[in-house]
């Protein structure tokens, strides 16, 4: 195996005895990430250990029976730019793998490592911090490992260490979502296992799943102070997928997973008339009868886009 995807999870230890109330998330951009390196031809896993129910122990151990060339622990949270909760399970799991197999290299990738990557390096003792989507520098690392060599310096987007210096290269650019990031790998997740939000499904309690998030855009074009949602862009900025492939992903899942509970977790989904509207659209014309919540500030939110966004969500019932 070339490469595995980690989220690792301390849902139990966070929600207790309240547990089932919350959501089991589907990894977005594990999945995503998944899909593309498998494209470019590399052999790819992923572990997510909410959705297995692993402690941290078995999820260490999971990652050793894998034997990957290279393991990358992906920290993104349920909503895009909250990943600094998920460190502490991730900095567990990482140091019970490396006290078993030191010689297993490490890369984290992620909001939390982007916005701070030397002190992450530092702090989780891993080999490689990505600075950047994940993506390239991803294909970036397992090129030179498949051909044993150690000369990182060319890889963009990357903070390790030489020696004692901690290098941080030149970023790669941005992902052209159409092109490089248009369709996340489902069949190498638990589909079943995934679960809505309880106050997602308050109309239909008891049909929480089948339940899975898809990502139309990245980025965010505000700017505000206590977020890093763009530290591993570089600046302020969305992209969008056309919706025609955002279409197309929800088609899989509603036609080959019985999903009908989605949740997008862009960080602006309500935002750009003309994308939302395109979606809305695709989604009216084939009468999908869904139950969908995504992001947006309440100052953009207007009138035109409600009725849609209704009729797209819970359109299929009203009209029966």
Same mark, same amino acid.
């Given at each position: 195996?070339?490469?595995?995807?980690? !989220?690792?999870?301390?849902?139990?230890?966070v929600y207790q005895n309240v547990q089932s109330f919350a959501a089991i998330e589907v990894p977005v951009w594990a999945a995503l990430t998944a899909?593309?390196?498998?494209?470019?031809?590399?052999?790819?896993?992923?572990?997510?250990?909410?959705?297995?129910?692993?402690?941290?122990?078995?999820?260490?151990?999971?990652?050793?029976?894998?034997?990957?060339?290279?393991?990358?622990?992906v920290v993104y949270g349920h909503q895009p730019s909250a990943s600094s909760?998920?460190? @502490? %399970?991730?900095?567990?799991?990482?140091?019970?793998? !490396?006290?078993?197999?030191?010689?297993?290299?490490?890369?984290?990738?992620?909001?939390? @490592?982007a916005a701070? @990557? !030397?002190?992450?390096?530092?702090?989780?003792?891993?080999?490689?911090?990505?600075?950047?989507?994940?993506?390239?520098?991803?294909?970036?690392?397992? %090129?030179?490992?498949?051909?044993?060599?150690? %000369?990182?310096?060319?890889?963009?987007?990357?903070?390790?260490?030489d020696n004692d210096d901690i290098v941080i290269t030149t970023p790669f650019p941005l992902l052209n979502l159409d092109n490089d990031l248009y369709s996340a790998a489902w069949d190498l997740l638990p589909m079943d296992s995934y679960r809505a939000h309880n106050w997602h499904c308050f109309g239909d309690i008891n049909n929480r799943q089948p339940y899975a998030s898809l990502c139309t855009s990245l980025g965010c074009p505000f700017k505000c102070s206590f977020c890093c949602i763009n530290a591993p862009f570089g600046k302020p900025g969305i992209r969008y997928l056309s919706p025609e492939h955002v279409i197309a992903e929800i088609d899989i899942l509603v036609n080959k997973y019985g999903v009908r509970n989605i949740k997008i977790p862009d960080e602006m989904f309500v935002l750009n008339y003309k994308h939302v509207m395109g979606i809305c659209d695709l989604i009216i014309e084939r009468k999908y009868d869904l139950n969908i919540w995504a992001y947006a500030r309440v100052d953009t939110v207007k009138d035109k886009f409600l009725e849609k966004l209704k009729l797209a969500s819970v359109g299929n019932r009203i009209r029966k």
């Open positions: 195996m070339d490469i595995c995807l980690i !989220k690792t999870t301390s849902s139990g230890l899909n593309h390196l498998r494209n470019k031809g590399y052999s790819v896993s992923i572990v997510d250990a909410a959705a297995e129910n692993l402690t941290f122990e078995e999820t260490y151990k999971k990652i050793e029976d894998i034997g990957a060339l290279l393991t990358v622990f909760q998920i460190m @502490p %399970d991730t900095i567990t799991v990482h140091k019970m793998l !490396k006290e078993s197999s030191p010689c297993m290299k490490t890369l984290l990738v992620g909001t939390h @490592p701070l @990557p !030397k002190e992450t390096l530092v702090e989780v003792q891993a080999d490689f911090v990505c600075t950047g989507e994940g993506p390239f520098t991803i294909t970036g690392i397992i %090129d030179i490992l498949k051909s044993k060599g150690n %000369d990182f310096e060319n890889v963009g987007s990357l903070c390790y260490k």
